[in-house]
């Protein structure tokens, strides 16, 4: 499993762009990057994933630079909902064994 | 919606009881998993099954065992439980291993 580092927490206000680093220099060929989101007091829910380039869907944006080594999740104009803590997780699709990580604690405020 | 139930949402046990935490899903999923959450460490992987019987250590398999007798149920057994197995129990399923489905979560209590 390729280890990941992401920041602890990050503060950000309604309204904002919040980007989450994840860096992940031992990826390997096959892994992929997916990112989890959770609320306080429920597990955690898929956000999205990505091989290479960038990916979006209706809740956040994916970016991957050529060389892999790191990923940065975008959520657009965050709401005070959207204080959570999210996961990056890399590895192959048939590896069974995620790790989650202590994740990074993104609060937004008024 | 995929939906996968857990037993209980709060359980407090004496040490040394014997603790079944029961998990169910719908969606008939192949694999089914058990992690305990524990500030700063994240969600650690116990066990996990990817057919009925079949079944896979995780990073903390040691206390627990598990069992999968039908495909939408998969059970996490503290054979006798311990202070520090008190912590947040997860159990997800998935169709394939990186979008996973998660219950609400069990927090264990072991006095």
């Known amino acids: 499993l390729a280890k990941t580092t992401q920041p602890i927490s990050m503060d950000s206000y309604e309204g904002q762009e919040v980007n989450i680093t994840c860096s992940h220099n031992n990826i390997a060929t096959n892994d992929y990057i997916t990112w989890y989101q959770q609320f306080p007091s429920q597990g955690p829910r898929f956000i999205i994933q990505?091989?290479?380039t960038k990916v979006t869907n209706e809740v956040a944006s994916l970016f991957i630079p050529a060389d892999r080594k790191s990923s940065t999740l975008s959520l657009p104009r965050v709401s005070l909902s959207d204080t959570a803590v999210y996961y990056c997780?890399?590895?192959?699709?048939?590896?069974?064994?995620?790790?989650f990580g202590a994740g990074t604690t993104v609060t937004v405020r008024a | 919606d995929v939906k996968v139930t857990q037993s209980s949402r709060y359980l407090v046990k004496r040490t040394g009881e014997k603790v079944f935490l029961e998990c169910v899903q719908d969606m008939d999923h192949e694999n089914m998993f058990w992690y305990r959450q524990d500030p700063g460490l994240g969600l650690r992987l116990i066990y996990f099954?990817?057919?009925?019987?079949?079944?896979e250590k995780g990073d903390i398999p040691e206390g627990y065992s598990v069992s999968r007798e039908k495909k939408e149920r998969f059970s996490l057994i503290l054979e006798s439980a311990s202070t520090n197995q008190t912590s947040m129990y997860l159990c997800?399923?998935?169709?394939?291993?990186?979008?996973?489905?998660f219950g609400p979560g069990t927090r264990l209590t072991v006095t």
């Open positions: 990505g091989y290479k």
């Open positions: 099954s990817y057919d009925v019987k079949m079944k």
């Open positions: 997780l890399v590895g192959d699709l048939d590896d069974y064994k995620l790790s």
């Open positions: 997800a399923s998935s169709p394939e291993s990186y979008e996973q489905y």
